[in-house]
């Protein structure tokens, strides 16, 4: 069965650092375009950032972010473990939300962080307080 889990969320003060965890079963990662996103009470969806697949050698992947975290979160991948991160720096209390990971065989990062995949994760839950 195909699935996406999540992990590495949690309580963290304004201006500290999380990262993201989500790895995939029964299915391999490589060729797939992943995403985060993020849903906070009473907020829709928002795509947060995105990242390419690579399929040809010696092509960097390619990755999108929205402007609200921009300078401050990192996207990567690492495919021989089928996982993708999110480095979140410089926490702000409006990251406060649930984050999603998701996965798109056949599309571009612009359009996966607009869209959404076909597969998502659970979901893991980032609370900025103080």
């Known amino acids: 069965q195909a699935q996406l889990v999540e992990s590495g969320g949690g309580l963290v003060q304004p201006g500290g650092s999380l990262r993201l965890t989500c790895t995939a079963s029964g299915f391999t990662l490589d060729h797939y375009v992943l995403g985060w996103f993020r849903q906070a009470p009473g907020k829709e969806r928002e795509g947060v950032s995105c990242i390419s697949n690579n399929l040809d050698a010696g092509v960097t992947y390619y990755t999108y972010y929205a402007d609200s975290v921009k300078g401050r979160f990192t996207v990567s991948r690492d495919n021989a473990k089928n996982t993708v991160y999110l480095q979140m720096n410089s926490l702000k209390l409006e990251d406060t939300a649930v984050y999603y990971c998701?996965?798109?065989?056949?599309?571009?990062?612009?359009?996966?962080?607009?869209?959404?995949?076909?597969?998502w994760g659970q979901g893991t839950q980032v609370t900025v307080s103080s």
């Open positions: 998701a996965a798109e065989l056949l599309t571009t990062v612009q359009n996966m962080c607009l869209s959404g995949g076909d597969y």
